[in-house]
């Protein structure tokens, strides 16, 4: 094989490869792994996390839990945020509650959103973590009755509720 040959080929297999949509896309702008969807709006936001609590609906309070047969309320926030939200974030969500309040940007309660991650003080020692889907609503993993939705309105949330933090921005 000559110099020139070998320069050529080069060259020929480097203009293929610029002209691949793989690699032209991050340079044109295209859509991509790489490249960040569209946020999605509050209706769809409250479509995916309803979608999701479809399928674990009633699965029992398990503490450390991760599968249909027991899940705690972090890593129920884990399943829920990776299965609907996996085209708009940009990391994993942090498996403790005590993580996960840290995670984000800080909403006021009276500026929630669906999406939106609600925590609750339950003993000095012990959170509780849920999202929010709308109309006052929140979806959690219950350690008396499973994974449900709960209001925030109601008396026992209400006292105990401590913060939300706006993990998709």
């Given at each position: ?9 080069c060259?020929?297999?480097?203009t ?24 999605p709006?509050e ?10 609590f ?14 249909k ?23 994993r ?29 339950i003993t000095p020692?012990?959170?509780?973590v ?40």
């Amino acid at each position: 094989m000559t110099l020139k040959f070998f320069a050529t080929s080069c060259l020929f297999t480097f203009t293929i490869l610029l002209a691949s949509p793989v690699f032209a896309a991050p340079f044109t702008g295209g859509n991509t792994a790489a490249t960040k969807t569209s946020l999605p709006d509050e209706k769809e936001m409250r479509d995916r996390i309803l979608s999701e609590f479809a399928q674990w609906e009633g699965v029992k309070y398990k503490l450390g839990g991760a599968s249909k047969k027991g899940i705690d309320c972090s890593s129920l926030m884990q399943e829920i945020y990776h299965s609907a939200f996996a085209d708009t974030l940009n990391e994993r969500l942090p498996r403790t509650t005590a993580r996960q309040i840290g995670h984000g940007v800080g909403t006021t309660r009276a500026d929630l959103r669906p999406g939106d991650l609600v925590f609750f003080r339950i003993t000095p020692a012990e959170r509780h973590v849920g999202v929010y889907i709308g109309d006052t609503q929140f979806v959690h993993a219950s350690t008396s009755q499973g994974v449900m939705i709960s209001s925030l309105n109601n008396d026992y949330w209400k006292k105990r509720y401590t913060t939300a933090r706006r993990v998709i921005v």
